[in-house]
Structures are given as C-alpha cells and as structure tokens.
C-alpha cells in the first residue's frame, strides 16, 4: 500500500533550518555583543570605544547593537554585570555554605578571585573606572553601587565571620575590607599597564603574591597578634 505519509518539501526544510540558524543566531548577538565590548573597553577604554567598533567586531551593524543597548553606558554596565556584579549572588551563596576555617575561606577568596576574575579580560576593569570615573560621574556611581559595595561587604562578611568565631582579633571593619582588596585591585592594575611593557624583570607571580599577602593578612588579623606595640624607651646608663 502506498505511504500517505505527506512527504517534506526541499524548501520547506531548507527554510526551517535557515529560521532556526538565524535564530540561534539572534539568540547569541546579546553574548558576543558584551565580549566585543568588554575587549574594546578594556583596550581602548570608555571614552575612545565607539559603539560602531563594537558593532563591527561582533559582526552586527550599529542599528543592531541599539536594539539590545540603547547607548554606550548601557552596554557598558551590561558588560560589568555580565563579567562581575552579577556574580556576587553566587558568591554571596558560596560565602554562606563554607565550612572550613575563616583563614581556608580568605585564601579561597583570594584565589579564586584570581581564577574566575583576574586570569580575564574583566580584570581590566577597576583600570577603567579608576582612570575615567572623574570624566563619567554616573558610570562611576553605578560602578561603586553594583561593583565597590557589594565587594566590600562580602569581604567585612568574611572578617566578621574571623572575629565571631576567634580566628580573628576585633577590628575595624571596614578598613579591614581595604587592605583585603588592596593587593587584588593592585595585582589587576599591574596586569593592565606596567606588567604589559617593563619585560619579564617587571612580572608578578600571582600565585605567589597573593600568597605572600594572604601570609601578611592572616598574621596581622590573627589573634595571636598585638594591636600596637611602641618602642620600649631605654635610659642611657
């Protein structure tokens, strides 16, 4: 018996596998549209990208690129969400599962900062914002709500984590925060401008940096440690 199953006309799937592409195609553009924009940023920096770069890097007109980012400040802070602040929910959530020492969870913080953040082109970020803040005021306050605060008060929530349970002396905490992200932010400004250029007498090690900052971080939080001493005065005899 003949089949009465209807046969697919050639066309017809040849267009349905052509809406699909375009499709998946259309899916994508947010995604490479960020990573075109990240690389130019962090190249070229804010003021001197413009948007028909980016455009072109990822292969869209500029006509595209305002359909997914009205202007280049938002395209900017959907670059920093992408690569940073969107990820302190998963941080915050990791922060609140770890069961080790607060000394295991500062050295895992350090170092996987350098892993997830520092090893990309995201690292180049804080250059940026600390070398254009003062020309863009209102990238630079998005910047300190979603990126500054956030980090911040998931490093006081590790410190206080120390404190509460004695790993930690009592401290000022919000200081205490600075000099935990003193030295990262310096590793990522290294790696965006001398570490580039001075030849290999001027690299870093990161893994031996952050250990050798996360030794001094842990000895001057350590309880063991005293406040202050001042120097014992001594009469000439």
């Not at 924009?37 to 007109?61: H, I, P």
């Not at 900017?76 to 599962?97: H, L, M, Q, T, Y």
């Not at 863009?136 to 006081?156: D, K, M, R």
Request: glycine letters at 8%; one cysteine or more.
């Amino acid at each position: 018996m003949p089949s009465t199953a209807p046969h697919s006309h050639p066309q017809a799937v040849a267009l349905t596998d052509g809406q699909a592409r375009r499709s998946r195609r259309k899916s994508a553009r947010p995604g490479e549209l960020l990573a075109a924009a990240l690389d130019l940023f962090v190249e070229k920096g804010f003021a001197a990208t413009r948007v028909e770069e980016v455009a072109a890097r990822a292969g869209v007109s500029k006509g595209t690129l305002f359909l997914y980012f009205p202007s280049k400040e938002d395209l900017f802070k959907a670059v920093v969400r992408e690569n940073i602040s969107g990820r302190f929910v998963e941080w915050n959530e990791e922060f609140d599962r770890f069961e080790g020492s607060t000394h295991d969870m500062l050295r895992y913080c350090l170092f996987n900062w350098w892993e997830r953040l520092g090893t990309t082109k995201a690292s180049g970020i804080p250059k940026l914002m600390m070398s254009e803040a003062q020309n863009f005021p209102e990238l630079a306050s998005f910047y300190q709500h979603e990126v500054i605060q956030p980090g911040n008060t998931l490093i006081q929530r590790i410190l206080k984590r120390g404190v509460a349970r004695g790993e930690f002396r009592p401290m000022d905490f919000t200081y205490g925060a600075y000099l935990v992200l003193a030295p990262m932010l310096f590793l990522a400004l290294w790696k965006h401008s001398l570490g580039t250029c001075c030849g290999d007498h001027a690299q870093l090690d990161p893994q031996k940096y952050l250990a050798a900052q996360l030794d001094m971080l842990l000895h001057g939080f350590g309880v063991q440690t005293p406040l202050m001493t001042t120097p014992t005065e001594h009469t000439p005899t």
